[in-house]
Nanobody, 118 residues
Framework: QVQLVESGGGMVQAGGSLRLSCVAS????????MAWFRQTPGKERDFVAG????????NYGDSVQGRFTISRDSDRSTVYLQMNNLKPEDTAVYYC???????????WGQGTQVTVSS
């Protein structure tokens, strides 16, 4: 099946930047819809950014619009999330997700912690 492994999380000060990476098995990145979500303990999982395969349309959550950028390198089977101008409210566990032939994401990574201090 599909396996997703995130990396790149860490602790930064407000205004700093991080780039998250998600390495996917096989050709998942090029054939599946890919997205990033984030979650704080006790709260629901929130959509951060995502794109559909073969589509030029990219969607971002309102709170990250203009600050985060999602991209992919199909040859390296990797999807990235460039996060700039980080804010304390961006603190969360960030998850890479994939879906195929469904409107819900059915494959998930283990997550990577991002902590932004003020």
């Amino acid at each position: 099946q599909v396996q997703l492994v995130e990396s790149g999380g860490g602790m930064v000060q407000a205004g700093g930047s991080l780039r998250l990476s998600c390495v996917a098995s096989g050709r998942t990145v090029s054939t599946y819809d890919m997205a990033w979500f984030r979650q704080t303990p006790g709260k629901e999982r929130d959509f951060v950014a995502g794109f559909a395969r073969g589509s030029s349309a990219i969607n971002y959550g309102d709170s990250v619009q203009g600050r985060f950028t999602i991209s992919r390198d199909s040859d390296r089977s990797t999807v990235y999330l460039q996060m700039n101008n980080l804010k304390p409210e961006d603190t969360a566990v960030y998850y890479c997700a994939a879906r195929f032939g469904a409107h819900v994401y059915n494959y998930w990574g283990q997550g990577t912690q991002v902590t932004v201090s003020s």
